[in-house]
């Protein structure tokens, strides 16, 4: 199984829809982040946490809100989906003990607004 | 100004040669920098970070930094068309908390 785990994999929804996007970790890190990623912007954070008390805005967090639920879990919600939010959406676990502080993405949730 | 640009080419090299990928940051206190490869809709891969000025060489990948210039870079030598991806710069500041900041991705073709 993989370190962290998202889903869905892909998702097309409706613009004004609730949708949530999950992710699961087992690499046992404290640290937890969502992307974005538009085509040419690079990865731009949008939330993270670096434990289940700890929830900080991101560069882009308009429009987005997100819930930690146990160490191993943290998701993203778009409350009302707008077609601008269609991206692609990585989750990041990270180990700031480690040298390269250990950030651990996973695959991916491509997201269609229509 | 992005806290860390880079060109976004594409920049384009034929089989063999040298690609040389560039990056700058804003922030003085940034502390690490690191190079993913990534590949069209997959996740960023870690291929090199550093740390300190100068250079680190591993295999046909070095990564140069120089904090004066706030410059760090990416070279590719003997490029092989498995390498064409989009290279992200991404940098860890000195007031980030450990957040990983990217650049927007500079693609790189190598052609056979």
């Known amino acids: 199984d993989a370190d962290v785990t998202q889903t869905p994999r892909n998702r097309i929804t409706k613009t004004g829809k609730r949708i949530m996007l999950e992710c699961s970790q087992t690499k046992g890190h404290d640290r937890m982040y969502w992307y974005r990623q538009d085509p040419g912007l690079g990865l731009r954070l949008i939330y993270y946490?670096?434990?289940?008390?700890?929830?900080n805005k991101g560069e882009i967090s308009d429009g987005y809100s997100v819930s930690r639920q146990a160490q191993a879990k943290f998701s993203l919600s778009l409350e009302s989906a707008i077609p601008n939010q269609t991206a692609l959406y990585f989750c990041?676990?990270?180990?700031?003990?480690?040298?390269?502080?250990?950030?651990?993405f996973g695959s991916g949730t491509r997201l269609t607004v229509v | 100004q992005k806290e860390v640009e880079q060109n976004s080419g594409p920049l384009s090299v034929p089989e063999g040669a040298i690609a040389s990928l560039n990056c700058t940051y804003s922030d003085r206190g940034s502390q690490s920098f690191f190079w993913y490869r990534q590949y069209s809709g997959k996740s960023p891969e870690l291929i090199m970070s550093i740390y300190s000025n100068g250079d680190k060489e591993d295999g046909r990948f070095t990564a140069q930094l120089n904090k004066a210039s706030q410059y760090v870079s990416l070279l590719i030598r003997d490029s092989q068309p498995s390498d064409s991806a989009t290279y992200l710069c991404a940098v860890i500041g000195g007031d980030q908390g450990g957040k990983l900041i990217f650049g927007q991705g500079t693609e790189l073709s190598v052609k056979p």
């Open positions: 946490s670096f434990d289940v008390k700890d929830i």
């Open positions: 990041a676990t990270s180990d700031p003990g480690t040298g390269t502080h250990g950030y651990t």
